[in-house]
């Protein structure tokens, strides 16, 4: 008995939800196949696309299932393949992808024995293993599909929040690799009242334009001024680049979860695959290897 699973890479924060807000890009990602095995022990068989640890309890996948075996107390041990397109330190979910995938899969073979809640809480145990924090941000998303907002991390509760038709989301991965747990290491740890204001008004916003299918709503509320300030100086060209976003019409533009990939959010396919061409042109000449992805939520 095996499944196949398409993994999907996912954007979190949103620039306004730092470690709250996600959403899953329905075009990126990697595959995975998990089949039921006869030795009761979980083994990442097989992983291409990257160099990645096989050792079950040094790899994302291998640690969020037996989390959640660990959970059932079930006698059944799983393999694991993963084909990954999604760079590891992208800034779109790698972990997430790899830990949401095997979780979704064991629960299916298993024949559904938790729910999206409970599979968010075995995958963040990857996150765990990935970056030192057991975020939910990412997994939610690439479990649940569209926008994930986290109401609380304890206890997880997580709602799915609906996505307008017309939203697009232009990604550029520029080819570096930023680790989540050294750009969460250089966060302030305090926030300013004044700060907090903003960024909960934009937040808020921000979910009321999901709802209201307001685009320019939504392109206001895409602010963070407590995050980006301090990690946009990793990302080559940040300020240029938010430029180019504005005058090409985006509804907004920011980090895509630690970096270094940016997201921008656009109204419809032309408007997002003419950001998509002049962010080709301009990074193109700036001798930094790059991928760029127009994605649908
Ligand atoms: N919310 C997390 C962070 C996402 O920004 O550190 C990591 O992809």
């Known amino acids: 008995e095996e499944l196949r699973v398409f993994a999907p890479a996912t954007v979190a924060n949103l620039s ?19 089949r039921k095995n006869d030795l009761n022990k979980t083994r990442i068989t097989k992983i291409t696309g990257q160099d990645l640890p096989l050792d ?6 291998g640690v969020a299932v037996n989390a959640l075996l660990k959970d059932l107390e079930v006698q059944q041990g799983f393999d694991i393949e993963i084909n990954k397109r999604i ?10 992808a790899s830990s949401a995938g095997a979780v979704f899969a ?21 996150e765990l293993l990935a970056s030192g924090n057991a975020h939910a941000d990412n997994v939610a998303p690439a479990l649940m599909g569209g926008f994930s907002l986290v109401r609380s991390y304890c206890p997880l509760e997580v709602l799915a929040l609906p996505v307008p038709e017309d939203l697009r989301v232009v990604i550029l991965h520029p080819l570096i690799e ?14 300013s009242l004044k700060s907090a204001i903003n960024q909960w008004g934009n937040l808020a916003a921000f979910i009321s334009a999901l709802y209201t299918n307001d685009y320019d709503l939504l392109g206001r509320s895409l602010v963070d001024e407590i995050v980006e300030p301090v ?3 990793l990302i ?31 109204r419809g396919d032309e408007n997002a695959q003419k950001l998509k061409e002049e962010i080709n042109i301009f990074y193109g000449k700036k001798g930094i290897d790059f991928e760029l992805h127009v994605s649908k939520i």
């Open 236 to 266: 080559p060209y940040f300020r240029e680049l938010k430029l180019l976003s504005q005058d090409c019409g985006a509804l907004g533009f920011g980090i895509s979860g630690s970096g270094p990939a940016v997201y921008a959010l656009c």
């Open 87 to 96: 760079k590891p330190g992208s800034g779109i979910g790698s972990s997430a």
């Open 231 to 233: 990690r946009s100086i």
């Open 56 to 61: 079950a309890d040094q790899n994302v996948a």
């Open 106 to 126: 064991v629960n299916k073979l298993l024949g559904d024995p938790f729910d999206k809640t409970q599979l968010v809480s075995f995958a963040m145990k990857g």
């Open 178 to 191: 930023i680790k989540t747990r050294d750009s969460r290491s250089i966060i302030k740890q305090t926030v």
């Open 16 to 34: 306004c939800g730092f470690d709250v807000l996600g959403c899953c890009l329905d075009s990126v990602g990697d595959e995975m196949i998990v």
